[in-house]
């Protein structure tokens, strides 16, 4: 393998929201064959604590952040067959149906580009410095991470 | 030494994050969790759940066996949960 491949990559924190369509788009060029892309969205509901969520508000460390994601990305197309990846990343206050979080990988193929994007987004979940807090009107808690997110990333390790 | 907290590290803590200078005995991380363990109570009620408690040197993850100086930014945060 060629340890010194490089592709087009886009990674943003950002209050903003994302247009989907458009990074899509981005994602586009000449060698792309495949794109797949996860938008995660905040759910109005935690059925964990069985409890209303009213609102999100994430922070994160910045550099720490974006050098993980850097990190994870570098990982994925080291392994794979892609042309290109984003990561768009929201912090600030959220509402359910926002989106959170966007990973798009291009590729050649299709199947690369399927397990890229998942491979990003469940390495994300455990190693990125991003914490929630969610409110209603009774109460503001902190998630609580979720082990099923470790395990996630086992089938990764071979 | 930049020491920084997030989450609800930071609130049990009351700070996001402070100065300190490292005193000649704190050469590693279990060591610097000891001294500020000694600061007050607050640092003791975060570091006795340190099985909950991710670290950071100059913004990678470390252990607490891990070497640091004055010049070091560390950061003690929870579990990550993005995505």
Not at chain 1, 127 to 138: L, M
């Amino acid at each position: 393998m060629d340890q010194k491949k490089t592709i087009p990559v886009k990674i943003k924190i950002q209050n903003d929201d994302f247009d989907v369509s458009k990074e899509t788009k981005i994602l586009q060029e000449n060698q792309t064959g495949a794109i797949v892309s996860f938008v995660g969205v905040v759910r109005g509901f935690d059925e964990k604590i069985n409890s209303v969520i009213e609102s999100m508000t994430l922070e994160h460390y910045p550099g720490m952040t974006e050098l993980e994601i850097k990190k994870i990305v570098k990982q994925s197309y080291e392994r794979w067959d892609i042309t290109g990846a984003t990561v768009i990343h929201r912090i600030g206050k959220l509402l359910p149906t926002d989106q959170i979080v966007f990973v798009g990988v291009s590729s050649r193929h299709r199947q690369n580009a399927f397990d890229s994007c998942n491979f990003i987004m469940d390495w994300l979940k455990t190693k990125a410095p991003f914490w929630k807090v969610e409110e209603n009107e009774h109460q503001k808690k902190w998630v609580d991470y979720n082990l099923s997110d470790d395990e996630a990333t086992k089938k990764w390790s071979i | 030494m930049i020491i920084k907290y997030f989450s609800w590290i930071k609130e049990h803590i009351g700070k996001s994050e402070e100065l300190i200078e490292l005193p000649d005995n704190v050469k590693n991380i279990s060591e610097l969790i000891n001294y500020l363990n000694n600061l007050n109570d607050n640092y003791k009620k975060v570091f006795v759940k340190k099985d909950l408690i991710k670290i950071a040197v100059n913004k990678t993850y470390c252990s607490v066996e891990t070497k640091i100086s004055n010049n070091d930014e560390i950061a003690f945060f929870p579990p990550v949960t993005g995505g």
